[in-house]
């Protein structure tokens, strides 16, 4: 993850992302025995299905995508987790859901529009020193938004260290390019915008927008294209 603290919390933890990408990443984690010792999950999201309800989402969410990994790996993650419903635009339920006196890593799979909020209600509940806000793409819907919610950072959570994440950039592909421009000298003279003429992204996906709550507002161009 992160960062090695014991406490990881997904706001968001019912959404697609934390489905198909975050749940399945702590248990490849587990699989490599690379979990700090006491870890545990607290999922976040909006309806009240309880911990055992919380458990049975997350474990159909492992049997679809992380059944490569194992039972025993996946059992670990199962038995760390731990549910809260919250509304996070209201400060007060979203201080409670996050609260902790563990550091802690608090990962806002969320729409853009609920970061401003996620990071009010972050500073109000006072985590201890080390820990982590983990913030998804797309970082705000433009420039100006993303300078805002910059700008929020560092006047409310100066005490607490921010991630920016795009999951998208440790896939193979993206990785194994990034390294031939570096690492390859003809490569890194001539893939410059003196050279390169223009530049096709293809990006073909076969997953709709079903359960895609960040979709609804940001949608692929501004989510993958814009920062790619």
């Known amino acids: 993850m992160i960062a ?61 995508h992380a059944a490569h990994l194992g039972a025993r790996a996946r059992r670990r993650v199962v038995d760390a987790l731990d549910y809260r419903a919250a509304d996070l635009q209201d400060l007060s339920q979203a201080r409670a859901a996050i609260e902790s006196n563990q550091p802690s890593v608090v990962y806002a799979a969320l729409p853009p529009s609920v970061f401003p ?55 193979e592909l993206p990785r194994r390019v990034v390294e031939l421009r570096r690492s390859v000298a003809p490569v890194a003279a001539s893939w410059c915008g003196r050279d390169v003429e223009s530049v096709e992204v293809i990006w073909d996906e076969t997953l709709g927008s079903e359960g895609r709550g960040f979709y609804d507002a940001a949608g692929a161009l501004r989510d993958v294209v814009q920062n790619h």
């Not at 919390?9 to 006491?38: K, M, S, Y």
């Not at 997350?58 to 679809?64: G, I, N, S």
């Open 117 to 171: 909020a996620t990071v009010a209600a972050t500073a109000a509940a006072g985590l201890p020193e080390g820990s982590i806000l983990a913030i998804e793409k797309p970082f705000g819907r433009d420039l100006a938004s993303g300078g805002a919610l910059n700008a929020l950072i560092a006047r409310e959570l100066a005490g607490i260290g921010v991630a920016r994440v795009d999951h998208f950039l440790a896939d």
């Open 4 to 64: 090695p603290a014991p406490h990881l919390t997904v706001l968001g933890a019912l959404g697609d992302l934390a489905g198909r990408q975050l749940l399945p990443g702590v248990v490849e984690l587990a699989a490599r025995d690379e979990l700090p010792p006491g870890f545990a999950l607290r999922g976040v999201g909006r309806e009240p299905i309880g911990v055992e309800g919380f458990k049975a989402h997350v474990e159909r969410a492992l049997d679809a």
